[in-house]
């Protein structure tokens, strides 16, 4: 018997195609993790395995994406493969009249990228961006923050928590107020429905939740011993367990909901874009192909297609026609970047840096993300609950089962929200490097923000949504770009967020991690 290591089954037949063959993998991983030093186990173990894994799973599909000759012609292009690019490819080649082409600077996502366990290892490597904000004496120590940018195929979803997690419904009856209409909570809601496959329909209200959709959603198999050991002190605090996608936000979940599969992480790459892509001949993909420019007639300002580039060879400059539509879904930082490439953006800068202007618009000047301030550090009675000489084991009961530790993210399965009643912390901490203060002072405070506040890596905004008579917005409530007498280039989520619940201007965060939003609005 060969089971294949692989769900997909194209990446991994040539290289992993037996369970001998990944437990001679482990046995390898543990007799090099016997010559490290024992008291760093945890992470070098971890990291000959990626290493290993890497070797043998980040391989480009044999269907590699083919070149595409100069001035071919689609109805729809779609640019950037993320979050929402895979959810737009897959449904608008349901119409087959229709040829869509879905252009991505990164590859395949590789199967390593599945492991929930191991998901801050997918970052700053090929299959990341790998920003880093510019340097604030007011966060990160002042050195910048690392800002994770998913460049693959499934974009950020392949990076991030998985958590799956919609927002509180305020947040969207905001955006509505605020002159978009179509974007109030009872909108929306039926996206996030028809997306959502949901596997445990013991917790959740069918009203709120879907079972039929391309997104598979789950509890972990693995509950995190620490994530028990915080639920029971929430609890006595008052908490009680509730489903955060349902009718009421508050509360606490052990489990939380994750966008996951048999205990593997479930992009939209592989919900949306993986089962169709080899059988619909109208939808084609290329991979590696960073779009340097979005091509509009300065005159009707009416996008026609796109110029873009093959693994970052600037040499050769490939263009494509759109007979439809020019549909930018580069995510929140690169789609203001095309957009002023384009000639899309504020004047001043545009002329600055000597880009022709097509359109005066704001593209950029609304970013915002979540911040936090870390630094609690308490004690327990028990010992650790991990243990260096259960690593190699952990591994092997993944590669077998898709069981164990690595088949959840740990202690972050856990999730509560509340309403803050009372401001004052009731622990007294003291952050590293800020002990030369005297606690609870002025200066305490401003070393510990200036050394703990970081990003949690969820950047919106950039091209707001509103209302032709919002001076801000770039994107108006259909998500068309507000050209002048153009209509043909439309911006995806997550880049127009306009509102923050609770704010009283528009322009802010919401409330909830914006996978999950981003890939219910581009769901038509």
């Avoid at 950037?80 to 119409?95: D, K, Q, W």
């Avoid at 939209?268 to 091509?295: D, E, F």
């Avoid at 003291?430 to 050394?451: D, K, L, S």
């Amino acid at each position: 018997m060969s089971p294949s290591v692989s769900r997909s089954g194209h990446l991994l037949k040539q290289e992993v195609t037996s369970l001998i063959q990944v437990e001679r993998l482990i046995e390898y991983i543990m007799e090099t993790a016997a010559t490290i030093n024992s008291t760093a186990c945890v992470i070098n173990t971890a990291n000959t395995f990626m290493t290993l894994m890497t070797t043998l799973l980040a391989v480009r599909s044999p269907n590699i994406s083919p070149l595409d000759s100069n001035n071919a012609e689609y109805d729809f292009i779609i640019v950037g493969g993320g979050s929402a690019g895979c959810v737009l490819a897959r449904r608008l080649s349901e119409i087959h009249s229709w040829n869509v082409l879905l252009l991505e600077a990164g590859g395949e996502e590789p199967d390593f990228a599945d492991i929930p366990g191991l998901a801050l290892f997918n970052s700053e490597n090929s299959l990341d961006w790998s920003y880093r904000t510019v340097p604030d004496e007011r966060s990160c120590n002042g050195i910048g923050c690392f800002w994770p940018r998913g460049k693959v195929l499934g974009g950020s979803s392949v990076l991030n928590a998985i958590v799956y997690v919609r927002g509180n419904p305020e947040d969207y009856d905001q955006w509505e107020e605020f002159g978009n209409s179509g974007w109030s909570f009872k909108d929306v809601l039926p996206y996030f429905i028809k997306s959502e496959n949901n596997h445990d329909p013991s917790i959740v209200d069918p009203n709120y939740h879907g079972f039929n959709g391309p997104l598979n959603v789950e509890q972990f198999r693995h509950l995190d011993e620490n994530a028990v050991t915080i639920v029971e002190a929430l609890k006595e605090l008052g908490y009680n367990e509730g489903d955060f996608n349902g009718a009421h936000q508050e509360g606490l979940v052990l489990r939380s909901q994750h966008t996951a599969y048999n205990g593997r992480r479930w992009s939209t790459n592989r919900g949306y874009l993986q089962p169709v892509r080899y059988v619909r001949s109208n939808l084609k993909v290329i991979t590696y192909a960073t779009v340097t420019r979005i091509l509009i007639n300065p005159q009707s300002r009416v996008a026609y297609g796109v110029e873009y580039i093959l693994n970052e060879d600037s040499n050769t400059v490939f263009t494509v026609m759109a007979t439809k539509e020019v549909i930018l879904s580069a995510g929140s930082l690169n789609t203001p970047q095309v957009l002023m490439l384009s000639g899309v953006g504020p004047r001043e800068h545009l002329e600055e840096l000597g880009i022709p202007v097509i359109a005066d618009l704001r593209v950029g000047y609304n970013l915002h993300d979540h911040t936090y301030s870390s630094g609690v550090v308490y004690l327990l009675n028990e010992t650790s609950k991990l243990h260096c000489s259960q690593e190699e084991n952990d591994y092997l009961e993944y590669m077998t089962t898709a069981t164990g530790h690595l088949a959840s993210t740990g202690v972050t399965q856990t999730v509560a929200f509340d309403k803050p009643q009372n401001p004052d912390d009731a622990i007294e901490y003291m952050f590293i490097g800020c002990e030369n203060f005297t606690f609870a002072t002025e200066p305490y405070w401003r070393c510990a923000v200036r050394t703990t506040t970081a990003t949690v890596f969820h950047p919106v905004g950039t091209c707001k949504m509103g209302p032709s008579s919002d001076t801000e917005a770039v994107v108006d409530p259909q998500l068309n770009t507000l050209l002048p007498r153009g209509d043909t280039l439309q911006g995806l989520p997550d880049e127009e967020y306009p509102t923050h619940r609770g704010s009283d201007h528009e322009g802010e965060n919401s409330s909830q991690n914006h996978d999950l939003p981003t890939l219910s609005q581009a769901d038509p």
